[in-house]
């Protein structure tokens, strides 16, 4: 399997070795042989060639089984010509990749450590359908001296597709989407709620599918998450409550995500940032990138047996107390992925 | 004091009359006297005229001293072609209600009701000044059978007056101004990091000014929400994440919210919606009503002894336990309100 890997930025580098190592590993227990190609994002891809996301990178993603990025951005690029953030959003928009998912475990030995009380997280399952490739995010942009604008647009069929997927994950689940938006308000939201009502009615009506306005979601998810099976919306809004509610578990840390389109490569990175704070110190939890490696096995490669045993080494590991600073533990980056190596054994 | 009263929907009326019970008893105290005009908007306003702000009811807000609103909306009007938010749109437009202030302390005694432990939540104090009268809200939307979009958009002027009365608080409180955009995506949200940082080093350098992308304080307001004094943001944004905080405190039903322009009358309403399914029922919570009308007296009528007099019958009554359902109390919306009414005398 031909992987490319985008370090990028920040702890990026330290995650993705980590990540790395995994997969070798989980490559010679089960006989599969990953080559990793590795290419320029974000910041250091500004530093080295002037352009967040150098045309080579972009055909690498195309042409390869599965990318796994670390992070892009630091206020290094602040107040740049470019943003490192252009390369994320730019190689979203080249692979197509409209629906990110992002899986929320509790863990019971990690629930002690969530800001919230430990009967309101314990036992929280719950998936995020971000769409990833409409929105306010690629909407057209201007700016004069006195105002600037941002259009935020969506077409029926990129509601249609990621709502299909996410249905589709409801099957395997406990069959019920709360859709998220804010149809009092936007005229993109009641079309939103409008194809999602369609898409229920006429293809998964055996799914439980419940509407919810976006700020009163922003309180719900913290005062019962346990309630959510998977959660589907818009860019913006997803990336806002799938932050809030990454914190529910303990630590950011922890988070993986896939971003998938209709076929072709899928996209696989954790959802915490580049951290340029701790950067090259070897503290970063390499956890969110293992588990990232292990949904582009489930999702990107159809790997399921080699996917689980990532995420049973990783819950061992965590039960053991095995944990970065983060969660309180002691472990560097570097041995923190060794000892998941060590379980996987 | 001439004030128009609009009840709303559901709970609203409720609200509204244990509202206006205490601000009888304080004007008796005080030697103030009240007049209450009582107007109609949102549902109740398209049931009774078909139109969800009457023009009496925009006329009557504006030659008023003070402006006090239950709650509008309701799935009784869902699919109608008008909707009850319109007419609480209209209405902060029209009476150019620029800034949306609302307050969150976190009460002692009420600090074990919050899905957040104790420790996090207890001792919170911030206020968020939250745009009002423009971003996606109010830009131009279009719908084809394909397609919809809504603008987001930003004046300098806009974003300068929310931002002087955001800076302005921050002098009387800890001095510290914490500015939400998403500057790595929205065009709008440069403009906004740019006009803020330009005021601070302008008129406000003494005040500690920093940035925030929103996915990041939609977490970092979960983990460490006592670091937050002023949280100065844009309307959707604003929307979004004061709903989040509004849990912090136990219940949503405690929270106050005011809406400034730059002169004239002043709006103020519970944050809590009109909650059709307990309307009618004695059930609701009115402190939040009733804190709406002790801001009222404070930024609107410049009458601090008589709002601080309420504030504390609150408090007093909220450490006796008097509370609503909401606060696993056994009083209805008229017992807490008469509780409240009695520490005052
Ligand atoms: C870095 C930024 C552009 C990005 C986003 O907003 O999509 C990030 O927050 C994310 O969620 O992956
Ligand atoms: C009812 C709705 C239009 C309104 C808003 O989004 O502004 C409400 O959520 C609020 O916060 O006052």
Redesign the pocket.
């Known amino acids: 399997f031909n992987i490319v890997v985008l370090p990028g930025d920040g702890v990026g580098p330290e995650v993705i070795a980590a990540a790395q190592g995994v997969l070798n590993t989980v490559g010679d227990f089960y006989g599969h042989r990953f080559t990793f190609e590795e290419h320029l994002i974000g910041g250091a891809a500004i530093d080295a060639t002037g352009d967040p996301l150098p045309p080579e990178t972009t055909a690498a993603c195309l042409a390869s089984h599965g990318v796994l990025l670390g992070a892009?951005?630091g206020p290094k690029w602040d107040g740049g010509p470019r943003r490192?953030?252009e390369g994320?959003?730019g190689i979203?928009k080249a692979m197509g990749l409209f629906a990110?998912l992002r899986p929320l475990q509790v863990s019971p030995v990690l629930a002690h450590r969530s800001p919230l009380k430990k009967e309101i997280v314990e036992g929280v399952d719950l998936i995020v359908f971000r769409e990833?490739t409409g929105g306010v995010?690629f909407g057209e942009k201007t700016r004069t001296a006195d105002r600037a604008t941002d259009l935020c647009e969506y077409t029926v069929g990129e509601i249609e597709r990621v709502t299909r997927a996410a249905f589709r994950t409801a099957l395997n689940r406990r069959g019920k989407v709360t859709s998220v938006d804010k149809a009092n308000v936007m005229e993109t939201s009641r079309l939103w709620r409008e194809v999602v009502t369609r898409i229920h009615a006429e293809e998964f009506p055996q799914v439980q599918l419940e509407h919810a306005l976006v700020d009163s979601m922003a309180m719900h998810l913290i005062r019962r998450p346990r309630d959510y099976d998977v959660i589907l919306t818009e860019?913006?809004f997803g990336?806002i409550l799938?932050?809030e509610i990454s914190v529910l578990g303990g630590s950011i840390g922890l988070l993986p995500?896939a971003s998938l389109g209709s076929s072709g490569p899928g996209l696989f990175?954790p959802?915490h940032?580049s951290a340029p704070d701790i950067a090259g110190q070897d503290l970063a939890n390499p956890v969110g990138a293992i588990l990232s490696a292990a949904l582009m096995l489930r999702h990107g490669l159809g790997l399921e047996d080699e996917a689980s045993s990532i995420e049973a080494a990783v819950a061992a590991v965590l039960a053991a107390g095995a944990v970065t600073a983060d969660l309180g533990g002691a472990l560097g980056t570097r041995a923190a992925g060794a000892a998941i190596i060590d379980a996987i054994r």
Chains 1, 2 share one sequence.
């Open positions: 892009v951005g490192p953030e994320l959003l979203r990110n990833l995010y860019n913006m990336d799938s932050d995500s990175e959802i940032g």
